[in-house]
């Protein structure tokens, strides 16, 4: 982990960037006309806190809302870009919320299309679409070659050797 997001290791005194870049855009086609009251409770007793009322106007989407991410990985691993791969599911699924509010069912996103391309000594690039309840993948062979790298995570974690089938 610390490899990919960086290491502020205070411990022996070499602290390490983070390889990853993320960039996002706006949110594109929302609605966020409805301001909502809140209150903030306390975790030990359940209960309202006395001073913790706020208002916040959440962005809601519609059929045609967009959001873009893009991630760059700067020199990765085949073990690396099978755990941005995971990551990139999770994203996709909705299974992992991404800012504030999460615990109140924001942040969820839905996949619709992806452009994955990883420069080495030649560049392979895949295009994942959604199509229906399925997912498109090409070129020809694409979810083969993409579950080759999270392969190498696996072996990765298992402590083996690592090498791309």
Not at 9 to 19: C, D, E, K, L, V
Not at 33 to 57: K, M, P, Y
Not at 73 to 85: D, W
């Amino acid at each position: 982990m610390d490899g990919i997001f960086g290491s502020d290791n205070a411990a022996n005194g070499h602290p390490q960037a983070s390889r990853l870049v993320v960039t996002e855009s706006e949110i594109e086609h929302v609605t966020n006309d409805l301001v909502q009251h809140r209150v903030s409770i306390d975790r030990f007793t359940g209960g309202a806190l006395d001073t913790a009322l706020f208002t916040e106007a959440p962005v809601f989407k519609t059929k045609d809302t967009l959001v873009k991410v893009n991630l760059c990985l700067q020199n990765p691993k085949h073990s690396e870009i099978g755990l941005l791969l995971l990551l990139l599911k999770d994203l996709w699924t909705s299974d992992l919320a991404i800012g504030g509010e999460a615990s109140v069912g924001r942040g969820r996103l839905h996949g619709n299309e992806a452009n994955l391309i990883f420069r080495h000594d030649q560049v392979e690039t895949w295009h994942i679409k959604r199509s229906g309840e399925k997912l498109a993948i090409s070129p020809e062979g694409g979810p083969e070659a993409l579950q080759g790298y999270v392969k190498c995570l696996n072996d990765h974690l298992l402590g083996k050797e690592e090498t791309k089938q």
